[in-house]
């Protein structure tokens, strides 16, 4: 009968008696990792490349914030739901293309002004179409059912220009 024992010293030797030392498969799992990383975080580097994420160039909504207001802001008895009146005036954005086109609003309803720390407010989104440059169109934003005793506070949160084609 061949017995054979092994006898453990510094370094990792019981794994040479397989045929794998340690440092070898400590490469294997830093290269794993690597690659790993390199699948989840370069695809995601590609999209904030492309999106212009990461040049600090302005936002092109802005211009179209500027021509948007809210004209009111009132509680509907009835459904006792926020209502929104907005009013976009075709400026800095439709003045541009040299025609009209249409404006997607934003609409932010809170409690007020000052928005609170971590708290969500709700939105609501609403189209005004055909706005011609130096032309005023209105249109109305329903927001959420609101509390009876508290004053609603509405804002423009975004706005987005579409030049008509």
Same mark, same amino acid.
């Given at each position: 009968?061949?017995?054979?024992?092994?006898?453990?010293?510094?370094?990792?030797?019981?794994?040479?008696?397989?045929?794998?030392?340690? *440092?070898?498969?400590?490469?294997?799992?830093?290269? *794993?990792?690597?690659?790993?990383?390199? *699948?989840?975080?370069?695809?995601?580097?590609?999209?904030?490349?492309?999106?212009?994420?990461?040049?600090?160039?302005?936002? !092109?909504?802005? !211009?179209?914030?500027?021509?948007?207001? +809210?004209?009111?802001?009132?509680?509907? !008895?009835?459904?006792?739901?926020?209502?929104?009146?907005?009013? %976009?005036?075709?400026?800095?954005?439709?003045?541009?293309?040299?025609?009209?086109?249409?404006? %997607?609003?934003?609409?932010?309803?809170?409690?007020?002004?000052?928005?609170?720390?971590?708290?969500?407010?709700?939105?609501?989104?609403?189209? +005004?179409?055909?706005?011609?440059?130096?032309?005023?169109?209105?249109?109305?934003?329903?927001?959420?059912?609101?509390?009876?005793?508290?004053?609603?506070?509405?804002?423009?949160?975004?706005?987005?220009?579409?030049?008509?084609?």
């Amino acid at each position: 009968m061949n017995l054979r024992v092994l006898v453990g010293r510094a370094g990792g030797g019981e794994d040479r008696a397989m045929g794998v030392s340690a *440092l070898k498969w400590q490469g294997w799992l830093v290269g *794993l990792v690597v690659v790993a990383g390199l *699948l989840v975080f370069a695809p995601l580097g590609l999209y904030v490349w492309a999106s212009g994420g990461g040049s600090g160039a302005a936002s !092109p909504q802005r !211009p179209a914030a500027q021509d948007v207001r +809210v004209a009111s802001c009132r509680v509907e !008895p009835a459904s006792r739901r926020v209502v929104a009146s907005v009013e %976009v005036t075709g400026g800095a954005a439709a003045g541009g293309t040299g025609g009209g086109g249409a404006y %997607v609003v934003t609409v932010e309803f809170r409690e007020s002004a000052d928005p609170a720390p971590g708290a969500r407010a709700a939105q609501a989104l609403v189209r +005004v179409p055909g706005v011609a440059p130096g032309a005023t169109e209105r249109g109305e934003a329903v927001g959420p059912v609101w509390p009876a005793a508290k004053v609603p506070w509405c804002g423009v949160a975004a706005a987005q220009f579409t030049p008509s084609p």
